[in-house]
């Protein structure tokens, strides 16, 4: 049996989060170190593992995820001025292979990003 990602482990309520929204394909919870005075990660429920693995059936899903993010990011107080990332892989500092958007807000973000 494959061991749960870290996110799905949050999903199945098996480790803490701060979960800040939830439907029935993506959760959105609070970066344990936020970058900036709102930083959450919206993920799906199933564990796709990054941008770069997605498919063409997946293509509902991450629509569904980019619509949630400027609502999640509302919900929080924020109409707009909030940055969405996704970081694929090692060497854009993926760090949890679990495909995750961040939702940042609340400071000035350089450009280009670090
Ligand atoms: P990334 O580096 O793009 O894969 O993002 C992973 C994010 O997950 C980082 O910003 C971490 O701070 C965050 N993180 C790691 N563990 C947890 C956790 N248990 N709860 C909330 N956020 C976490």
Redesign the pocket.
């Known amino acids: 049996m494959t061991e749960l990602t ?1 996110f799905e482990k ?1 999903v199945a309520r098996e ?1 803490p ?1 701060d979960i800040v929204f939830e439907d029935e394909l993506c959760i959105a ?5 936020p ?1 900036a005075p709102l ?1 959450v ?1 919206l993920c799906p429920k199933v564990p796709l593992k990054m941008l770069s693995e997605t498919v063409d059936g997946d293509g509902e899903l991450l629509g569904h995820l980019f619509l949630t993010a400027p609502r999640v990011a509302r919900l929080l107080g924020y109409n707009d001025g909030f940055r969405v ?1 996704v ?1 694929n892989g090692a060497d854009a ?5 679990h495909l ?1 958007l ?1 939702i940042l807000a609340g400071r000035t973000f350089a450009w280009p990003p670090g």
């Open positions: 870290l949050i480790i989060a919870f609070r970066d344990i170190a970058q930083h990660l990332v970081n500092g993926q760090t949890v292979f995750h961040h």
